[in-house]
């Protein structure tokens, strides 16, 4: 009789892709019963690993302060129930900012997570290393710190054009053609045109004064832009290549790689180098402000708050939460920074690893509803009238001219709530404030998008 796919599982093989090739051999050298066993022995397949039968315990620092908060924060318990049945996971916590980011038992925002060697891509998404940097610019007026920034720094889709490039470290070149996950021209490309760029969404660059000393501060808050995405791509697809053989039951965007694999290896290494990149483009956005007003900086400090820190055999994934404890950090500059919104103050803290934050605080101030139902909601008002009554008093700038209200204060659970909280379940402490002057964010980049009016010069 013909040997076919299903006596390789009645054997106990899995269906794969290398079933086909494996049922000719046998078929065409005509095997025995010791020789298909000792033939097979090759595509030996690893056990099935099962999902928790009951969630991993997670400590919730998050309440929800008044009734438009309660379904924000009951989404956020329920994802956090479901992604803590995820193999790999041994504990959690969430912060008071968090925020759900799609379908139950995906990593919400304001999540931090405990994997033993394992990577999960999909618990940092696509923007790898979002960071925040700070430079003290001393006793300058923070106009010109703001006009200097608004005339060097990038917002929007895309590179920067061609002329008006900043340069990536060869240093850095080289590591990314020696990494397997980042060896790739358009990959390389990209890194390359997105140097000194700062997308859109959420990402900003603010002025203030600190209010301990009253020196000017830029803040910058951005990630790793196209490099980082294309990494993400790439890592969720050897993910889920290895989900399929060792955790079918395991959500798609809960895939892993386990770090003692090549794969998982050349991973961690490619974080690294996208993280390095990300803070070479912080770096080359302040020193182009310092050098357009010939000053010096005072002081500088970064972190980022989503990605992933390794202690031992343990992966911290942090997605949207500030690293406090010094093990995460290889490259100490300072105490953290938690930015609230545009017209609040950035957050200088400190603090230590307890029994409540797993050695993380709060990367910022959250959402309750998304963009949609923000906008939605204030559908009575013009947009000229939001924006005057939620930013009086600063300099608010948008890169493309257009107001985005989805990024306006209101858009943005109530900081005040979110400090409280932080006192409340000693997640950190808070050592300085960046008082507001002004911020620069990239504004409603779909609304004259160049794509749009083609279609418009189209249909005329």
Not at 256 to 263: A, C, G, H, K, V
Request: glycine residues 8%.
């Amino acid at each position: 009789m013909e040997f076919n796919g299903n006596h390789l599982i009645e054997l106990g093989y899995r269906p794969a892709k290398w079933f086909k090739d494996a049922i000719t051999h046998i078929n065409e050298n005509n095997l025995d019963e010791v020789q298909i066993t000792e033939y097979l022995d090759q595509f030996k397949q690893p056990d099935i690993i099962p999902l928790h039968e009951t969630a991993k315990d997670f400590i919730i620092n998050i309440r929800a302060e008044h009734e438009a908060e309660s379904d924000n924060v009951e989404k956020v318990i329920d994802t956090m129930k479901v992604l803590m049945k995820t193999p790999t996971l041994i504990k959690g916590a969430i912060m008071p900012d968090a925020c759900p980011t799609g379908p139950a038992g995906q990593i919400p925002v304001g999540g931090v997570v405990v994997a033993k060697n394992a990577i999960h891509p999909g618990f940092h998404s696509a923007d790898i290393c979002c960071s925040v940097m700070l430079t003290d610019f001393g006793d300058a007026d923070p106009k010109e710190v703001l006009d200097a920034a608004h005339s060097v720094t990038h917002f929007g889709y895309g590179g920067r054009p061609r002329g008006e490039q900043m340069p990536v470290s060869k240093e850095l070149i080289d590591a990314f053609k020696g990494n397997y996950f980042l060896n790739d021209e358009r990959l390389i490309s990209i890194a390359r045109d997105h140097m000194g760029t700062q997308g859109d969404g959420n990402h900003f660059l603010f002025v203030g004064k600190s209010k301990n000393t009253g020196n000017t501060m830029l803040v910058t808050h951005h990630g790793s832009r196209a490099p980082g995405a294309a990494l993400y791509d790439k890592g969720m697809k050897v993910a889920n290549r290895f989900r399929k053989d060792i955790s079918p039951e395991t959500l798609r965007e809960n895939a892993w790689i386990p770090f003692d694999t090549e794969e998982g290896q050349a991973y961690w290494e490619a974080l690294q180098l996208i993280r390095t990149w990300t803070k070479e483009n912080h770096t080359n956005i302040h020193d182009a402000v310092l050098n357009k007003l010939g000053a010096e900086k005072k002081d500088r400090y970064w972190n980022e708050h989503n990605f992933v820190f390794k202690d031992g055999d343990l992966f911290y994934h942090a997605k949207g939460a500030t690293p406090l404890d010094d093990k995460f950090m290889p490259d100490i500059t300072g105490p953290r920074l938690i930015p609230l919104n545009m017209s609040e103050p950035v957050l200088i803290v400190q603090g230590k690893t307890n029994d409540r934050n797993l050695g993380f605080a709060p990367h910022g101030a959250g959402r309750n509803f998304s963009r949609t139902q923000h906008k939605r909601s204030l559908a009575h008002k013009t947009v000229e009238e939001i924006f005057n009554e939620e930013t009086k008093g600063l300099d608010i700038r948008f890169f493309s001219k257009e107001i985005d209200i989805s990024e306006l204060p209101s858009a943005y659970k109530s900081a005040k709530n979110v400090r409280a909280q932080i006192e409340e379940y000693g997640l950190c402490e808070v050592l300085d404030e960046v008082m507001p002057y002004g911020c620069i964010m990239a504004g409603d980049v779909e609304k004259n998008a160049p794509w749009k009016n083609k279609k418009k010069y189209r249909k005329a």
